[in-house]
């Protein structure tokens, strides 16, 4: 399986951007999407997952209610909208997948239960 990130950018506190992840070469149905970031000279971290059909979710505390995650297994994509960032949201996003299908609260923000992850997208947050 193959992920491509886009939609980072530069923009400024309060605003929002939308990621998008576009899979490949795999059944994008049957995968847990989840997001990631990593800020500089921090440990990547889980942000949110979404479920095989879309309809069960899961964030980080850092996201929720700014953060929504969602997927259209008609175009292989997951995305993210981000509202309301903020200077510390900084970071380069990993989207990734997990061949699991079912959201399992207990590992879904552990990196090592992803198999596959995409190339990271930056979004820099300026105050």
């Known amino acids: 399986v193959q992920l491509q990130a886009s939609g980072g950018g530069l923009v400024q506190a309060g605003a929002s951007l939308r990621l998008s992840c576009a899979a490949s070469?795999?059944?994008?149905?049957?995968?847990?999407m989840a997001w990631f970031r990593q800020a500089p000279g921090k440990e990547r971290e889980f942000v949110a997952a979404?479920?095989?059909?879309?309809?069960?979710?899961y964030y980080a505390n850092s996201g929720k209610g700014r953060f929504t995650i969602s997927r259209d297994n008609a175009k292989n994509t997951v995305y993210l909208q981000m509202n309301s960032l903020k200077p510390e949201d900084t970071a380069v996003y990993y989207c990734?997948?997990?061949?699991?299908?079912?959201?399992?609260?207990?590992?879904?923000?552990?990196?090592?239960?992803?198999?596959?992850w995409g190339q990271g997208t930056q979004v820099t947050v300026s105050s």
């Open positions: 990734a997948a997990d061949d699991a299908g079912a959201l399992r609260v207990g590992v879904v923000s552990l990196i090592w239960e992803y198999e596959y």
């Open positions: 070469g795999g059944t994008f149905s049957s995968y847990v």
């Open positions: 979404i479920n095989w059909s879309g309809r069960s979710t």
